[in-house]
């Protein structure tokens, strides 16, 4: 089955104003062609180059550089530091358009080449040029980072909840680890769709750990050996709704890892510095029971409060 | 020997420079009453790219028959660039005169295109002005034709630069190579068959602008020539290129 002929109609009275508007531009060429051309740089760093033309395309024939240096496909990732992107076409004899575009802006370069010429420069956007692996790692520490401090006032009260209970230092640091390695754990399944929870649960069940340690802090004094498997427990729910932020920053495709790692990392770092600043601050008051209970309350009802609004919404 | 031909074949088998402009009708050989699109084609060893209608680029777009001449209908924009319905059996012309278009080429890609094409005066003249280093500034414009059908193909369009059917056996065909309404002499005419474009036939025209082939083979034959004058001193260029072909089938 062929495409309706009504619709073969529009894209042939298409191309026929495209090439009446356009001809005024063309000064110096040889016959304008069929053939059109289409480049586009996007932001998740890919570029594709797709071919037009009433003869049968020629992908081999179509010459790509990034920076002079020759890419091998039509489509593929864009080179990180490339600063401009240059085109050429050997398939086809008569004048083409290179429409030449980076994505998210509305402006489009058109050149008209020919089979001999090598296009002009195109200057790619930041947008569209992969970072280098520093950059990724900055960035995606600083955004691991903030994400505990100061936007996830959830996790920042979990992690108290567990300083609360921490009767020594072992203690605390045997839970810390305990979610550390479960978080990272689920974060990374998560994030390579090993396994996958809808956010309508994963975000209230974090909510309901964090009401779940404080109650616990409220219950017993003792660090109960099940605590540390509770948390564990806890931490991997934690993971699945980092997960669901790094989802939504996205992750640059060539250099994935070091983003989730760098990401991970920057996670850790807010929850010490989360600890840390609690050590300092009423490392004095834990063994105040009062203390621990008043505390524990007033995270648990928020906890219970941010469940409940979580399922709501 | 063996080196001598080696050496030959690579260099016939190098890209030219330069790109040939020919009409391919739907069928050479139309009944009457049937319609024929007319494509226009720009390309290399008789492959080529589609060029669609222009109308700002068309001097003269017509078909002569037994019933005289008119335009040759067609859409903008688009390819085929003419639709001729055939008023008879007795066959037709179709004729295509562009209007000239501003060309620059590298000096080293000028001279070659001048040696594919013969213009031996013409590499000589920008040797002589101590031109031939600098890149070129030329006009161009097409003049090309199709016979469609048995007809008397002798009669010329009136292009400035034609190639005129004088004799059509099977295996033997006559030209006459016209520049402004007088046979051109020493030109180079080249027959290329569509089914082997490697199969080039060289012929320089007499002086009676006469070049005939022996045709080894039946089929579709491309046969072209290419003209080179000084180009007016209104144009900003120093040459201009007159591209005429023949295409019909024996």
Redesign the interface.
């Known amino acids: 089955m062929g495409e309706p002929v009504g619709l073969a109609h529009v894209r042939k009275l298409a191309l026929a104003l495209l090439l009446a508007t356009m001809l005024a531009t063309i000064a110096n060429a040889h016959e304008i062609g069929t053939t059109q051309i289409h480049a586009l740089f996007r932001r998740d760093h890919t570029y594709a180059v797709t071919i037009k033309s009433l003869r049968k395309p020629r992908p081999a024939k179509a010459l790509l550089y990034f920076d002079g240096v020759r890419a091998g496909a039509l489509t593929g990732d864009i080179p990180p530091h490339a600063n401009t992107f240059t085109f050429r076409y050997e398939g086809t004899f008569s004048t083409y358009s290179l429409m030449l575009q980076n994505e998210g802006s509305d402006a489009v370069a058109t050149q008209w080449l020919d089979a001999e010429t090598t296009s002009k420069p195109f200057a790619l956007s930041r947008e569209v040029v992969p970072p280098t692996r520093f950059e990724v790692i900055r960035q995606y520490l600083a955004l691991g980072f903030t994400h505990i401090l100061p936007e996830g006032v959830d996790h920042i009260l979990f992690v108290l909840g567990l300083f609360l209970l921490a009767t020594s230092m072992r203690a605390l640091l045997s839970q810390i680890t305990a979610f550390t390695v479960a978080h990272s754990i689920s974060l990374a399944l998560t994030m390579y769709g090993v396994v996958s929870l809808p956010s309508r649960v994963v975000e209230p069940a974090i909510a309901l750990s964090i009401a779940c340690v404080a109650i616990e802090n409220v219950i017993t004094p003792r660090l109960h050996p099940w605590r540390v498997v509770v948390v564990f427990v806890f931490g991997l729910l934690h993971g699945m709704g980092f997960a669901g932020v790094l989802h939504e920053l996205g992750l640059p495709r060539q250099q994935f890892v070091p983003a989730l790692v760098s990401f991970n990392v920057g996670v850790e770092a807010g929850q010490l510095v989360v600890i840390a600043v609690a050590m300092l601050l009423f490392a004095q008051w834990l063994r105040n029971r009062r203390f621990v209970v008043t505390c524990s309350v007033a995270i648990a009802l928020t906890g219970l409060f941010w469940t409940v609004q979580r399922i709501a919404l | 020997m063996k080196r001598f031909l080696f050496i030959a074949c690579l260099l016939s088998c190098a890209p030219l420079?330069a790109?040939d402009?020919w009409i391919e009708p739907s069928t050479f050989h139309p009944a009457a009453g049937t319609m024929v699109a007319t494509s226009?084609l720009?390309?290399?060893e008789f492959?080529?790219?589609?060029?669609?209608r222009?109308s700002?680029?068309i001097e003269r777009f017509v078909v002569r028959d037994s019933a005289g001449e008119r335009n040759v209908a067609g859409?903008?924009?688009?390819?085929p660039a003419g639709f001729v319905r055939m008023e008879n059996g007795t066959g037709a012309v179709v004729g295509y005169r562009?209007k000239p278009?501003?060309?620059?080429m590298p000096p080293e890609?000028f001279e070659q295109y001048l040696r594919d094409e013969g213009l031996d005066g013409v590499l000589a003249t920008r040797a002589q002005r101590g031109e031939s280093k600098q890149p070129s500034r030329e006009i161009y414009s097409?003049c090309a034709k199709t016979l469609l059908g048995i007809a008397d193909f002798s009669h010329p369009l009136g292009f400035r630069l034609e190639l005129t059917p004088e004799s059509l056996a099977a295996n033997r065909v006559v030209v006459r190579l016209d520049y402004d309404s007088h046979p051109l002499a020493n030109a180079l005419v080249i027959a290329m068959h569509r089914d082997d474009p490697s199969l080039r036939i060289r012929v320089r025209s007499d002086a009676h602008g006469r070049a005939a082939f022996s045709l080894p083979k039946q089929g579709v034959w491309l046969i072209k020539s290419v003209h080179m004058i000084d180009a007016p001193p209104s144009s900003g260029a120093e040459w201009e290129s007159l591209w005429a072909s023949l295409t019909f089938e024996n």
């Open positions: 420079v790109h402009f226009l720009v390309g290399q492959t080529g790219d589609p060029v669609p222009v700002s680029q859409f903008e924009g688009r390819d562009s278009a501003f060309l620059s890609k097409r």
